[in-house]
């Protein structure tokens, strides 16, 4: 069965603080995403990366980060967290122009 | 880049009934067209895609049907159940793009 699994599904964060959200897939998949959900606005694609060490921006990449050492993981960096970094974050992976399997998300409130 | 509209936002039925969730596209190059199932506290699940050399595709009581000269697409399901209820995304992806372009969702809820 495959599997894409966020280390945390709720998380806590002080204004200021550097957050890290990781993100671990089993299937071998060479694309990783981060999306943010927040209501009536969707799934906004943070930051992609197609390959080891690869990264490109996304729609709204202002104030994070990624990192991607090993094909099976993806992090997200929260520099600085900010109450309106407040969401639901979602890790996905994808083998081409095909299905994206998500995690089951993080949601994330800054205090 | 592409863009994907997506109604109803909100879709409210009666068990047994139908609903029907409509998503128009931007880039005539798409060619991919995936829907996902967002069920309460999880990450969203592909249900059921078309692509673009395909008219329609059935999958028990779910549909979706492809119009490429209009550029839209729509979610059809048929005999609604209370474990329908849940958030439906529309997605879309590019010829050679492997980044999907999400709609905003559409919140379906079946009433026993």
């Known amino acids: 069965d495959v599997k894409v699994t966020q280390s945390s599904r709720y998380l806590v964060k002080r204004t200021g603080e550097k957050v890290f959200l990781e993100c671990v897939q089993d299937m071998d998949h060479e694309n990783m995403f981060w999306y943010r959900q927040d209501p009536g606005l969707g799934l906004r694609l943070i930051y992609f990366?197609?390959?080891?060490?690869?990264?490109e921006k996304g729609d709204i990449p202002e104030g994070y980060s990624v990192s991607r050492e090993k094909k099976e993981r993806f992090s997200l960096i929260l520099e600085s967290a900010s109450t309106n970094q407040t969401s639901m974050y979602l890790c996905?992976?994808?083998?081409?122009?095909?299905?994206?399997?998500f995690g089951q998300g993080t949601r994330l409130t800054v205090v | 880049g592409e863009n994907v509209e997506q109604h109803p936002s909100t879709l409210s039925v009666q068990e047994g009934d139908s609903a029907v969730i409509k998503c128009t596209y931007s880039?005539?190059?798409?060619?991919?067209f995936p829907w996902y199932k967002q069920e309460l506290g999880k990450g969203p699940q592909l249900i059921i895609d078309i692509r673009s050399n395909v008219g329609e595709k059935k999958d028990q009581r779910i549909a979706v049907t492809l119009n490429k000269t209009a550029k839209h697409f729509s979610l059809h399901i048929t005999e609604t159940q209370p474990e329908d209820s849940a958030v439906y995304f529309c997605a879309s992806n590019t010829g050679g793009s492997y980044i999907p372009t999400f709609g905003r969702g559409t919140s379906l809820i079946v009433h026993p």
């Open positions: 996905a992976s994808s083998l081409t122009a095909s299905e994206a399997f």
């Open positions: 880039d005539s190059a798409s060619n991919y």
């Open positions: 990366s197609y390959d080891v060490k690869m990264k």
